[in-house]
């Protein structure tokens, strides 16, 4: 680092730096089974729906997109032109605590309609995981760290490096990014098919 | 590695460790001046509005639920309640090639309307790049990685880590979760504070 | 009507005229009281929500976007930046069912937060309308016209006007627009000052 | 109207009947060839885009969420899942003006790849007309009302039944019912129909 770095660089850096690490950590903890699931059930799914609140629904978008890109036929809840889901499709939905209300009930309603529920959560434990046919655990903050943040609040620190489920969510996006990689090669749809169904509209 | 892992699982993990190396790598090359101007506009901005097209706009959004967060006064282009633009305000604009069609248009439209015009690029030599007041480069892919790409392609592979924007998409992500980290250090507010904003109702 | 009507337009003229006389006709069963309390809390919200799901969600916004453009502190539940709900605040819900499982599921937690919540329903004993504080009913289908419906369907008859909740989405649309012309009244903000605040960036 | 009526309840009701006897008497303006050629499009695209900005794109939302209960290929530009357009395809575009940049400026994308552009304006020899296969004019206000309305506000009156583009935005809505009213007659898909293919997931 150059000695006149800002402070505020020295910040941006730091969080940038510990987030990668986060990631990289974090892919050693990939679930063989779990990946092979998931990417059988997507390639078999006769829809895939993605659901997710805030920045998880965000996450999920992302991933739709690429799906979409994929020419695999693919919805997002909540979104004009998302069809009833039924027997055969799989619902994915990520949340970091398992626990955002509409998305559980929303949840138990497609498995309700015959879906196969896929999870991506960070507590393995929450009541959308206890409900999933597949829980994928993304690692986020861990308990070491939450305590860490705590006490630095009680001693009236205000720096945190990835607030709330900064980590959850970026590295869910990364993992989902992998899924994607792993199925361009299964597919054999190389960049130059995705990037013809890239929208042009925009 | 364990020796039992199945290859999709090797894709993945392989994926997540190349974005999560890219992301570090990517730190370094954050500009000084850049990060000081642009929390400094943020922080005296009268509106802030962020805008994006595709992936880039979901990553955009992600910036402004946490700037939402800290009861900054901030707007997504497209959404429902954003209103007009005008003189003190300050458009985020993010765009990897900096050639999106709607968003150029866009961004001209709001320094028309007297807005400062911040844009988060890969090429900052794009037409959004020239028109802005702050351009923050955010590296994706190399020229370097792309020629590789192009020549696996020609060769029938179609195996692609991170296919078209994602490894911009990805470290502009955590760029941004990085000037939020400074900004809660910046405005005193901590994790108790951003936690009180998050939406209830999801 | 002219003799060469074609057949098309002979059916697009007939479900425009039945769903105007059915906005007429629902004018008339508009409430008093329900329309003088609704727009008090309207003007002292510390915060207004709107929350909907499907083509009542955008109805919902709809409204939203000129309550903004009166300058009321407004925000559409499921968008970027909308913050927390508390004491206070309003929630506005529109349902013609009253039914929709995420959209009670929601309204319930608005009220534990302390915000009023008003709904829009056709079904005046649903159960978004008995945990409301104020229940503005908007007629959609009568039951004899449902009852037709179903007989023509039993016939094999596939013509309907206007199917499913199309007469309360679309009746309930203008009657925010009635509530937005009586704010303009009271809030004396002309035309000229929605303008202004009107989006330039689209 | 009884005696004991609110002034708030008078505005409403005025505006309601104003907006359902406009929807009407537009109803008698419908030109049939252009409705004829626009079904005739809808039925042979091999996908369906509807764009729109503001409350003209909620009305465009209104449409293609009728458009998929039909089970008609139909995406939202600006969505997650909406690909690349391409030859065969059809746009439809919704403004008043005919004039709002980014409409304008994607629509003239989507001819360039071979779509097929219809528009729903209220000023036939806009820019976006000029363009457009298919221009299909739906009345806003008259300018005998607007020079009313800008007559008014020079004697300081704030009262405006129906500001901005408010009746032509709810008399497109009410148009694009009669259309998917007429599809559901040609298509032989009745409501039960309709409500199978409508999401669950809400």
């Known amino acids: 680092m150059s000695e006149d770095e800002s402070k505020a660089t020295r910040s941006v850096r730091l969080a940038m730096k510990m987030i990668g690490t986060h990631i990289i950590k974090t892919a050693e903890t990939v679930q063989d089974a779990k990946v092979d699931e998931m990417i059988d059930q997507i390639l078999h799914a006769k829809k895939i729906f993605v659901m997710g609140a805030g920045r998880s629904g965000l996450v999920g978008r992302a991933f739709a997109m690429r799906l979409m890109h994929l020419d695999l036929p693919v919805f997002v809840v909540g979104e004009t032109v998302t069809p009833a889901i039924e027997d055969g499709d799989v619902l994915i939905?990520?949340?970091g605590s398992g626990?955002?209300?509409s998305v559980?009930?929303?949840?138990?309603v497609g498995k309700q309609c015959g879906a196969k529920l896929i999870s991506i959560v960070s507590n393995p434990s929450s009541s959308l995981a206890k409900v999933s046919d597949i829980v994928v655990e993304v690692k986020g903050r861990s308990k070491a760290e939450k305590i860490d943040y705590l006490e630095r609040q009680v001693r009236g620190e205000h720096y945190t490096l990835a607030p709330l489920g900064t980590l959850f969510e970026t590295t869910s996006l990364v993992f989902l990014d992998g899924v994607i990689s792993e199925l361009m090669k299964v597919t054999k749809r190389d960049e130059t098919y995705l990037r013809l169904r890239h929208t042009s509209l925009e």
């Open 93 to 95: 939905t990520i949340s």
């Open 104 to 108: 559980v009930e929303l949840a138990m």
């Open 99 to 101: 626990e955002t209300k």
